[in-house]
């Protein structure tokens, strides 16, 4: 019987970069292993004989049947991400979008309530504001400091949804406090690890029930790919793969060998990126023009003690304020050379965007305010290029 090859999910003890190398690939030390991942490109699958298709009907083979349901490629890009998030099980799907909507109606139904932090990822946001209502899910918002949560449960709370850190101000949620509160009340826990990345933080380790990723940024890391993945128990991740079946959310074999590859290098561009951004925000924060930079790397960050204590570094996202407001954040945008002006984040180039016209367009003052954007707040994505290219761009843009 066809059945899937021999992999290492043995999950040793190795550290981050040597994970994204070996982990998830098929034991390959044999004569005439591929070193490389093959991209397994088709549809579907043969069987021998009208037994084996019988034993799969009946859940009792591993063999791989159609491409939505999985495929030797993606099974490579899961283990990897499992093994990088310390996971049972991971499912990789067409879109950060995909694995968010598939984990959370997976998890939820008609007449549930969900919890979730104020500041999210705006295509998050609008799922839960634009379609959850009508399919009878309440959504209940809370600020990344907690702040009040234990008034939000009611006997339907079923989730608990957190993003950290967040986007734009890189405020970031205590997962130990999150995690107590979800246990307390028997609430499935979610994680957004897009912005951490595994490298730096695991959430599942500290008992959260699955972590979900926009595979687009870090863990693909080149802008070259829409991509995401759930991580998590054996239990839920059937559940998130029954859902994307279900909804359609599967990825491309040809997408998932782009993100094995990409996967390949994370420890290591996560690693120097988090130190160009270190080096860009404390040249920002020195600069005239510059009101404020938001970098949990920075003591003056209000989450810089709890980034020391639940990160393993700081990442390579940034946020800072422009003397001038919006005309002088967008004479900056607009003079940028190697800093590209785009959306998106967690490539290897680096990128600047102005917040009220990416992801908090059409957001009022108020909204503005709690999620602490101000019409000069210019986001940065701090990218691989050299230290010094990156700072000699920041100080012509200003000028
Ligand atoms: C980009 C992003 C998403 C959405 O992912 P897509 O791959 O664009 O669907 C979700 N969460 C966070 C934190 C993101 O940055």
Redesign the pocket.
Known sequence: MKTQPARDTSRKNHGPQTTAIHGGEPKRHGVNAPVGTPVTRTSTFTFSNTEEMKQWAEGKSKAYIYTRYGNPTLTVAEEKIAALEGAEAAVVTA???AA?SSALLGALKAEDELISTAQL?G??YRLMRDVFPDMGIKVHHVEADLAGIEKLVTRKTKVLYV?TPT?PTLRLVDLNKAIAFAKNHNLISIV?N??ATPVLQQPLSMGYDMVVH?A??YLGGHSDL???AAAGSKHWMDRVRHMVICLGGSMDPETAYLLIRGMKTLGLRVKKQGENAMTVAKFLEKHPKVERVHYPGLPSHADHALAERQMRGFGSMLAFDVKGGLDAARRFCDHVQLFLLAA??GGVESLVVLPIYTSHYNMSKEELRRAGVAPGTVRVSVGLEDADDLIADLEQALA
Request: hydrophobic fraction near 30%; avoid cysteine.
């Open positions: 879109s950060g979008m968010i990822y295509g998050t993003e986007n957004d897009t912005f926009s687009t940024k829409i991509a995401g998106s984040l």
